[in-house]
């Protein structure tokens, strides 16, 4: 890539100590590195903020009282020190590539300002379903 992409993962998290490990571990087995991951815990009431600061070291950790999620991620937003912001919910996981494939997107294309990525939903019983399509937004 040519251009100094650094991209910011913020996950939100609130009482998900036990989903959040795969969300994490996803973010570091990117093939595309991120340039950091924030965890912002929204007043968990569980073990998340410590889980997380045991378990992952390296995520830089916030916690705030409980104000939902958007307030956690702006939180994350205001203490980023990468030049795009992902969000990623605390029970989901990013595809291998998907990192590189933004970083790859701002490269191409100097004019972006965001990025929606595709996602799959894991039904109850174990399928995925597209359930974005791909769209340009004039």
């Keep these: 890539m040519n251009v100094d992409v650094k991209i910011s ?42 889980y997380v600061r045991q378990m992952f070291p390296e995520v830089k950790l916030y916690k705030q009282e409980n104000k939902g999620p958007a307030s956690a991620r702006n939180l994350g937003i205001s203490v980023a020190s990468g030049n795009w912001i992902s969000f990623l919910d605390s029970d989901d996981t990013l595809n291998h590539d998907a990192l590189k494939s933004y970083g790859i997107l701002v490269d191409k294309n100097s004019t972006l300002n965001w990025i929606a990525g595709a996602y799959f939903k894991v039904l109850d019983n174990r399928k995925k379903l597209i359930v974005y399509k791909e769209k340009s937004i004039k």
Excluded: L, R
Aim: charged share 15%.
């Design 9 to 50: 993962v913020i996950i939100p998290a609130y009482n998900c100590q036990n989903t959040i490990s795969k969300s994490i571990d996803s973010i570091i087995a990117q093939s595309f590195k991120a340039h950091e991951i924030i965890v912002v815990d929204d007043g968990s009431s569980d073990n998340t903020f410590n």
